[in-house]
């Protein structure tokens, strides 16, 4: 079973992109209303915040660790920003401060995961739940927001559309992931990530400041959230913080793991992730399309995070006699 | 004698603190009309408790304005104590409260029947119980708010009306979570209604639990499924927002309409259905039902019935806004419930 | 003596800095965080949150305890072997759906009910292990996604059977009783789990399964090598946190009876909270239900009076994240740096002037005058021993000697060429004495007082003795028991040298220079042990004189010789016939001319006297220098002195060259020999004592009288 699966590692995301292709052909066939530019671009539309966001998952999954805090920083970052403008700050400055209250979250995560030691998994699962509360008891206060005014060009963001045809969301995930790909690609620091999510020691070993690059990690990631919350706020003129105790951060994941980036840090790339979310986004449109449920979707999407752990898990084996002490 | 010993006590009192110059003058002058004097004593160190499901959106916000206001106008206490959603934490705040006796417990009430215990519980302690908008099965001292099972009945109508003639016909209905009084009745009233309508057929029937992003995931859901729906029934401001905002992303505003029910904050509701994001709004007046809450403490505190002896309702009147008779007064702010307005 | 030095005198007596270290290495020290950290809390709440301790209070939080001590117990098996379950939310709202479906839409006895949910949380509890132990998938992810999956699967279920399942229109007064009732004021809820707690604490710490759990938790990979069914033993902790779970779940839908969508929601992350507090590890090894317990406590109550203080919504989330923060990364680093503070923290040097060290400088005209009389002494067994820190003869001429692997090894006369092991005792063989049996008595240390009969039997005598009243750590037991002689009427006295290190650190004793050591006495008449003298400097060497009331001991870090009166009109009373050796005395015996010999193990050096002065020295020492790297006193050369029960020096024998005999601890005189041990020494040194009488041995004069052949 093992070697079978190993013979195919090699090609995880061409696997995932060959199932992507069959699905797409199956659904075009099958499927009447799917084949149409407009359900395909919406298709896009529908997973490119999940995209965003994955992009900054990424980047942390690679350098072995992993942020649930996303969608809180996300959430209460934008949402403090507009709760400060629909209380009469100029945007510009309140989008400032969103912007560095996201920093210092992902600052202080990274502080947290190099400096204090506590797991990446645990201390921003804790951050996840005390940002929600600081969220909710200073920063928005109340459920949803609602930006009735007309925000102009910052508007266009969200529900713009470039040349008429794509939506902006569409267009900033593409920019996003390619200025991703050029920073983890041809950066000093993008190499440094790779080596600290392939071997951290070594890398300590090799006199790459591991802490203040784990600091950047959750920094950049925080950064990317904002920049996801901004373009989500824009498109549907609502800040919904109940999002921060929704389930959207292990879609995230789902995303990541699925494209094909292991968990176990050092490898994929953001090819992976564009793979990932054209997969679940063909997925979700699918099943919509065939008239699944909601609730069933949910379970759907469940099940195949756990097939894809458990074949992340076939192809890169735990070993009783090299796996680490108190990995969980 | 009862009256003269509270007099000349009072009398008393108002002298010590004019002595000392902590109370006006007025105060010490006013002379009594025969019940003023019983009116304002019956309100010092009374204890309200107040559960609400949420402090954190429009409805809470407003009723706790008017309390407020009233607290401070007639000098009880009023203590909030916020679950935030959870219903194990208001259960305990509940039973904190029941154990600490105040003399009136508000609540409202997420789930049909998680209280019902606890209400019967309170009364048994001999506190009097308003149950807030929620109502539970057991009858309290008094319940104001939505008479849930009309809002159902009329926002099935007015979505009929959207999709009469021309239209196909097919409506989704949002609903909160199942257990909710309000959608326990709501979509009870909307189905019975419905059936007077034989060329409305309910396509969806989900529960988007109060809950904007939810809503908004169900939403574009369903309107991927159905290219020709004609309208969302929804049963809540808050959380058909979503709704509407899927309808926008996909750029059917105009066409699929969203029909819901709200307590009238300017914000979640009348902005809403001035920018079209709503096509009809069964307004379940916040600012009245605030009011009356008010007036109903303020009632219980002077008469201080037996707990459940004559539980009496004010079911609060429906009103209908669409953006052709929305004005500039049909909603109210936090603000001007604070206000008195 | 300078003021400065009188202070500091007075400082180091008062003052028990010992302590410190003493409390640090305690087994309890984890869970005194915790308990101290509930002590806070209710001060904190009780002061400003009256009527917090009433009792109707308390038994509201009681009934919410005692449905999360279920779930946290069973997190508590799962974090033990070092895997973590975030299912627990889920599977808690599914279990409580469950059970209001079977009582309120299907009107089923609880005696099907409690069963049915109890399986259904284990099933869940079952996918979980299946994936996490036998499938090797991390434990975090895994039941995060299970987490998800069921939590869907609720709220599928909910939309279509939720009314049906909140309202019965029968009321079943048993299923009500569940969550209403009380026992003694006590919720049966908290009285089940109490019983339930006090069964899985049996389970983790009397029961194979529970050492099994602390293995796999501790070294996962160990556990596997030495054959543990590894992941059979993490799959069954997860079927243990679904049964409990769904135990905690059936109090509740009695309680509130709420089918509502945020049942249990965020459940897992105060439970991990809970656990976390409490002290148990992330990542394994560490755990029990008592730091369950307390955390879940802190954790009721905080939330608790969060809620009651009506603080604005998010608080008590800010708060809770915050605490579990806070509880997690100093459990991270009290686990990386608890054996590194306590090594540092334990040692704890005191003051200790030390009277003017003689002259020992040849021609200086000292009575320590060194010479070279031991420069050509015979030599025993050499390269064959390994620490004979203390040599005897028997009436045969046989010598004895103990060595580092724990055997008394028995040279045979009269050339000393063949030996044997005459017996294992095992620990390390200091001090011998023959009684008046002839049976060969043994101070081991690490292990007690131990004789060996003439049938080569190993017989304990003791190891252990009254436990002193204000001692922190528990002295009742021996660590180094070093040295002994038998009083004429069968009492056997023996020194341990110190009750804070082991014999394998008993350097470090040094350092701290304090009273650590005692004497005891053994009695064979009643097998009792009790000790006689306390607060001793490395005692050691016991020597009976021969008035039979007393005998004379050595206190090696304070470089002087007591004599003690155990008996007579002088009993109980201590002096000290020399006050100031030239270095650290260690073994003392008889000579044949009724003198005393005794062996300076290391001679003293200006500097460690000084250093003895400075314990703020030794201190920052300790803090700031490897192990390595420390001062210590020297023991590399030593010489033998011959003494007479006034304390007056007769006779010092060194070996000035160093090659043949540096460095002694014991010494034996039989028939006109010295033979010399030493603790570092490969052999046993042979030394002919001029004029002395050939007769005489130790054994035939002290026992003469009473030997029966």
Redesign the interface.
């Known amino acids: 079973m093992q070697q079978v699966l190993r013979g195919v590692s090699l090609n995880q995301e061409q696997m995932v992109l060959a199932i992507s292709a069959v699905l797409f052909v199956l659904f075009s066939v099958a499927l009447e209303s799917f084949f149409q530019v407009s359900n395909l671009l919406s298709l896009l539309q529908n997973v490119s915040i999940l995209g965003i966001l994955a992009i900054g998952m990424s980047v942390v999954i690679i350098g072995r660790g992993i942020d649930l805090t996303m969608v809180a920083v996300m959430v209460f970052s934008v949402g403090w920003s507009f709760s400060m403008y629909l209380d009469g700050m100029a945007i510009g400055p309140a989008l400032a401060l969103g912007l560095l209250l996201a920093l210092a979250i992902g600052a202080v995560n990274g502080i947290l995961i190099a400096y204090v030691e506590i797991p990446a998994i645990f201390a921003t699962l804790a951050m996840a739940t005390a940002i929600s509360g600081l969220g909710r008891f200073a920063l928005v206060d109340t459920d949803t927001l609602f930006i009735t005014q007309d925000l102009g060009l910052l508007g266009q963001i969200g529900s713009g559309r470039l040349g008429a045809v794509v939506p902006m969301p569409v267009v900033l995930f593409l920019v996003l992931a390619c200025l991703a790909y050029v920073g983890l690609r041809f950066t000093r620091y993008g190499a440094f990530v790779y080596a600290i999510g392939d071997n951290y020691m070594a890398a300590r070993n090799n006199g790459i400041a591991n802490r203040p690059m784990t600091v950047l990690m959750y920094t950049v990631s925080a950064a990317i959230a904002f920049a996801a919350g901004l373009i989500m706020t824009t498109t549907v003129s609502t800040v919904n913080t109940k999002l921060a105790n929704s389930t959207m951060v292990y879609d995230i994941i789902l995303v990541v793991v699925i494209g094909g980036i292991g968990l176990s840090g050092g490898k994929g790339s953001i090819r992976n992730v564009l793979s990932g979310t054209i997969l679940i986004g063909l997925l979700l449109n699918g099943m919509t399309i065939m008239n699944i449920s909601y609730s069933v979707q949910s379970i759907i999407k469940a099940v195949i995070l756990l097939a894809a752990i458990i074949v992340d898990s076939m192809l890169n084996p735990r070993d009783e006699q090299t796996s680490q002490q108190g990995d969980i | 004698m009862e009256f003269g010993k509270l007099k000349t006590s009072l009398a008393l009192a108002t002298l010590l603190c004019g002595a000392v110059g902590v109370q006006s003058p007025a105060f010490a002058e006013r002379p009594d009309d025969g019940l003023y004097d019983l009116y304002e004593a019956a309100f010092e160190g009374k204890r309200v408790a107040f559960v609400p499901i949420?402090?954190?959106?429009?409805l809470t916000?407003g009723w706790i304005a008017a309390l407020e206001r009233d607290a401070e106008r007639l000098g009880y206490e009023l203590?909030?104590?916020?679950?935030?959603?959870?219903?194990?934490?208001g259960?305990?705040?509940l039973?904190?409260f029941i154990?600490?006796e105040p003399d009136i417990l508000i609540f409202q009430n997420?789930?049909?029947?998680?209280y019902?215990?606890l209400v019967q519980r309170a009364m048994r302690a001999g506190i009097n119980v308003i149950q807030m908008n929620l109502k539970t099965?057991v009858n309290s001292d008094a319940f104001i708010g939505g008479d849930w099972y009309k809002v159902g009945a009329d926002v099935a109508k007015e979505g009929a009306r959207m999709c009469g003639e021309g239209t196909s016909g097919k409506v989704a209905v949002l609903q909160g979570?199942?257990?909710?009084p309000p959608s326990?009745l709501g979509v009870a009233g909307i189905e019975d209604t419905l059936k007077d309508y034989p060329n409305i057929t309910i396509v969806?029937n989900?529960?988007a639990?109060w809950?904007?992003?939810?809503a908004?995931?169900?939403a574009?859901?369903i309107i991927?499924?159905h290219?020709d729906l004609c309208a969302f029934i929804g049963l809540w401001d808050?959380q058909d927002?979503?709704a509407a905002?899927?309808v926008?992303?996909?750029g059917l505003q105009g066409k699929i309409k969203v029909v819901t029910e709200g307590g009238g904050n300017q914000?979640?509701g009348c902005?809403?259905i001035s920018?079209g994001m709503f096509a009809s709004y069964v307004k379940v007046d916040t600012r009245d039902q605030a009011k009356q809450l008010a007036s109903v403490v303020e009632t219980l505190l002077q008469t201080d019935p037996e707990p459940g002896s004559a539980p009496f309702g004010l079911y609060t009147a429906n009103t209908l806004l669409t953006p052709e008779t929305v004005t500039a007064t049909s909603c109210w702010t936090v603000d001007q419930i604070q206000a008195g307005n | 003596m300078s003021a400065s030095e009188a202070f500091m005198r007075w400082r180091y007596r008062l003052i028990p800095d010992h302590v410190v270290g003493e409390i640090l290495s305690k087994n309890w020290i984890d869970n005194a965080i915790p308990i101290i950290f509930l002590g806070v809390a209710v001060a904190i709440f009780s002061t400003i949150l009256p009527g917090v301790m009433t009792t109707g209070s308390l038994a509201i939080l009681a009934r919410v305890l005692g449905e999360y001590l279920f779930i946290a117990m069973g997190m508590t098996l799962v974090l033990k072997a070092g895997g973590i379950d975030l299912s627990v939310g889920s599977n808690f709202a599914l279990c409580n759906f469950g059970a209001l479906y079977l009582v309120n839409a299907l009107g089923l006895p609880l005696i099907v009910v409690i069963p049915a949910v109890l399986f259904l949380g284990g099933l869940v509890g079952a996918v979980n292990g299946f994936l996490v132990g036998y499938l090797r998938l991390r434990a975090f992810l895994t039941t995060l996604v299970t987490l998800i999956l069921v939590r869907a699967i609720v709220e599928l279920l909910s939309l279509k059977y939720s009314v049906a399942a909140s309202y019965s229109t029968t009321p079943v007064p048993q299923w009500d009783f569940l969550g209403a009732a009380d026992i003694l004021g006590v919720p049966f809820s908290l009285v089940v789990a109490g019983v339930v707690a006090v069964a899985t604490h049996i389970l983790m710490t009397r029961m194979r399964f529970g050492w099994h759990l602390s293995a796999v938790g501790g070294s996962r990979r160990s556990a596997f090598n030495i054959g543990l069914p590894v992941k059979r033993i993490v799959a069954q902790t997860y079927i243990f946190s679904g049964v409990f779970t769904a135990a905690g779940a059936l109090f509740y839908a009695s309680r509130l009876g709420s089918t509502s969508g945020t049942v249990g929601v965020g459940l897992e992350i105060i439970i991990l909270t809970a656990a976390v507090l409490g002290g148990n590890s992330l990542g394994g090894g560490r755990g029990s239900v008592a730091k369950t317990v307390i955390g879940t406590m802190i954790v009721v109550l905080v939330s608790n009076a969060l809620i009651r203080m009506g603080l604005r919504t998010g608080a008590s989330e800010l708060v809770l994240g915050s605490i579990m923060l806070g509880a997690v990364a100093i459990d991270v680093k009290w686990m990386k740096n608890r054996l590194k503070v306590l090594n540092k923290a334990y040692v704890s040097p005191t003051f200790l002037s030390l009277p003017p060290n003689p002259e020992t400088r040849e021609g200086s005209g000292s009575v320590y005058e060194v010479n070279n009389k031991l420069g050509d002494v015979g030599v025993i067994g050499k390269g064959e021993l390994d620490g004979p820190e203390d040599v005897i003869l028997d009436e045969d001429d046989n010598l004895y000697c103990g060595s580092r692997h724990g055997d008394v090894v028995r040279f045979f006369a009269p050339d000393y060429t063949r030996h044997e092991v005459y017996a294992h005792i095992g620990g390390h063989p200091l001090g011998m004495a023959f009684n008046s049996d002839q049976e060969l008595v043994v101070c081991v240390g690490g292990m007690g007082l131990y004789k060996i009969t003439r049938d080569r039997e190993v017989v304990k005598l003791s190891d252990e003795t009254n436990r002193s009243l204000l001692s922190v750590i528990d002295d009742s037991r021996m660590r180094i028991a070093d040295d002994l002689d038998i009083a004429p009427d069968g009492r056997i006295f023996f020194s341990e040298a110190t009750i804070r290190y082991n014999t394998s650190e008993w350097m470090l004793d040094a350092i701290e220079a304090r009273g650590n050591g005692r004497l005891i006495c053994y009695d064979p008449r009643d097998g009792s042990s009790r000790t006689v003298l306390s607060n001793l400097k490395f005692p050691n060497g016991i020597c009976m004189t021969d008035d039979g009331e007393s005998f004379l001991f050595a206190q090696t870090w304070d470089c002087s010789i007591t004599r003690y009166w155990y008996d007579g009109p002088k009993k109980g009373r201590r002096e000290k016939i020399i006050p100031d050796l030239p270095g650290y005395p260690d073994n003392i015996n008889r000579a044949s001319d009724g003198h005393f010999w005794c062996g300076l193990v290391g001679m003293r050096s200006p500097t460690f006297d000084l250093a003895l002065r400075m314990p703020q020295y030794r201190k920052r020492m300790v803090y700031r220098v490897a192990a390595d790297e420390w001062m210590y006193p020297n023991m590399n050369f030593g010489c033998l002195i011959k003494f007479d029960i006034d304390g007056n020096i007769l006779e010092v024998l060194w070996d000035r060259e160093g090659a043949k005999h540096p460095s002694l601890t014991s010494i034996r005189e039989h028939k006109g020999k010295l033979y010399l041990g030493g603790l570092f020494n490969d052999r046993i040194g042979v030394y002919d004592i001029p004029g002395a009488d050939p007769t005489w041995t130790g054994i035939k004069h002290y026992w003469g009288g009473k030997k029966d052949g």
Do not use: F
Request: hydrophobic share 30%; net charge negative.
């Open positions: 949420s402090a954190g959106y429009d916000q203590q909030i104590r916020d679950p935030n959603w959870n219903i194990d934490a259960a305990q705040a039973e904190q154990a600490e997420n789930d049909m029947h998680a019902t215990k099965p979570p199942v257990t909710s326990l969806a989900q529960a639990d809950d904007a992003s939810k908004h995931s169900i574009s859901t991927k499924q290219g808050n927002i979503g905002a899927a926008r992303e996909a914000k979640s902005d809403n920018n």
